[in-house]
């Protein structure tokens, strides 16, 4: 049983949105710190937003700060990305993560032990 689905992808347009979710598992939830990241074909996995399981406190990657807004559902066991002004460079396959409980907001993919499968964000121009 997959412990992260992401959904919500697809093809936006320079200055339009997009809103990303992405359903989990409790024991990979609830406790935990949540991320989200994005890869290109031949790239590292970049850091895109965290949030913490309060939900007080949020990280953003430099390139998506003011743009994209992370968020989260303790009841529904979701979290989400909503992502406004899209630029083509926000075209990339979009992957939710965890952390293992107890953990602290982290910008390093490394940290993050539960992944989703990932889904597609293109951006036409």
């Known amino acids: 049983q997959a412990q992260l689905v992401e959904s919500g992808g697809g093809l936006g347009q320079a200055g339009g949105s997009l809103r990303l979710s992405c359903a989990a598992a409790a024991h990979a939830f609830n406790r935990n710190v949540m991320g989200w990241f994005r890869q290109i074909p031949g790239r590292d996995r970049e850091f895109v937003a965290a949030?913490?399981?309060?939900?007080?406190?949020?990280l953003y990657g430099d390139s998506v700060k003011g743009r994209f807004t992370i968020s989260r559902d303790n009841i529904k066991n979701t979290l989400y990305l909503q992502m406004n002004n899209l630029r083509p460079e926000d075209a990339a396959v979009y992957y939710c993560a965890a952390r293992q409980a107890g953990f602290g907001l982290s910008t390093n993919h490394d940290h993050y032990v539960y992944w989703g499968q990932g889904t597609q964000v293109t951006v036409s121009s």
């Open positions: 949030i913490e399981q309060s939900a007080i406190r949020t």
